[in-house]
């Protein structure tokens, strides 16, 4: 068992949830029966997966019970095609909101490096190279963050994130064309919002979160609960 898992067993037995303080270091590294180095990186790693967040003077919180209850490996259960497509119903409204503020204050490299992480998701997706799709993820929420001064977007959006599980099993199946047209809308997305063409950014918006429901559906029958 890795260290990172060693501490997560141990924030899992504490049953904490969002919001909750995490136990000192060196309560931690007592409980987990590791060193205070072990422990500051694997809170440190779980803080870069976002289940963790760090107020300064004040410690470690749990920043999702979403984020935890992934880590932990507990989420496949609680989801089905229902959870999937109300998750996308919010993910249309949030995604539209979260370009238009965050194009506001984005520069020209700010949005190039957008539609270059794009790009690189459509070809990871058409590769069905899960690790790729997950880090490009990151890269791209890491980016909006920069230039979105309303966290509470960036926070539902990390909360409607859909397990790697069933990705997976829609991208082993899913014919590469429907995926490639899927991410190539994504770039025309970000084309608009350089352009400052925010009503071509709605109508964009919602065809993408649309043509996901789609896919799901079309597959939904060889996803496994």
């Given amino acids: 068992m890795s260290v990172v898992d060693t501490v997560l067993e141990n924030l899992s037995d504490l049953e904490l949830s969002e919001g909750d303080r995490l136990p000192s270091e060196r309560n931690l590294a007592e409980k987990c029966s590791i060193s205070r180095s072990s422990v500051r990186n694997a809170l440190k790693e779980l803080q870069s997966r976002r289940v963790l967040a760090v107020k300064q003077g004040s410690?470690?919180?749990?920043?999702?019970?979403?984020?935890?209850?992934?880590?932990?490996?507990?989420?496949?259960?609680?989801?089905?095609?229902?959870?999937?497509?109300?998750?996308?119903?919010?993910?249309?409204?949030v995604l539209v909101h979260?370009?238009?503020?965050?194009?506001?204050?984005?520069?020209?490299?700010?949005?190039?490096?957008?539609?270059?992480c794009l790009v690189d998701l459509g070809k990871a997706v058409i590769?069905?190279?899960?690790?790729?799709?997950?880090?490009?993820?990151?890269?791209?929420?890491?980016?909006?963050?920069?230039?979105?001064?309303?966290?509470?977007?960036?926070?539902?959006l990390n909360e409607v994130r859909i397990p790697a599980h069933y990705i997976s099993t829609i991208l082993q199946v899913a014919a590469g064309e429907e995926l490639s047209a899927y991410f190539s809308e994504h770039v025309n997305l970000f084309q608009a919002l350089k352009k400052g063409d925010h009503p071509l950014t709605r109508e964009l918006s919602g065809k993408l979160s649309d043509n996901v429901l789609k896919l799901f559906a079309k597959y939904s029958n060889l996803i496994k609960f």
């Fill in 98 to 116: 979260i370009t238009e503020l965050s194009s506001r204050n984005m520069t020209g490299k700010q949005l190039l490096e957008l539609e270059e």
């Fill in 127 to 156: 590769n069905v190279d899960i690790h790729s799709i997950d880090l490009l993820h990151n890269r791209f929420i890491n980016i909006i963050q920069e230039s979105c001064s309303n966290r509470e977007y960036i926070r539902v």
């Fill in 59 to 93: 410690g470690y919180f749990v920043s999702s019970d979403f984020a935890l209850q992934q880590a932990l490996g507990g989420e496949d259960s609680e989801w089905d095609i229902e959870r999937i497509e109300q998750v996308y119903e919010v993910r249309k409204f």
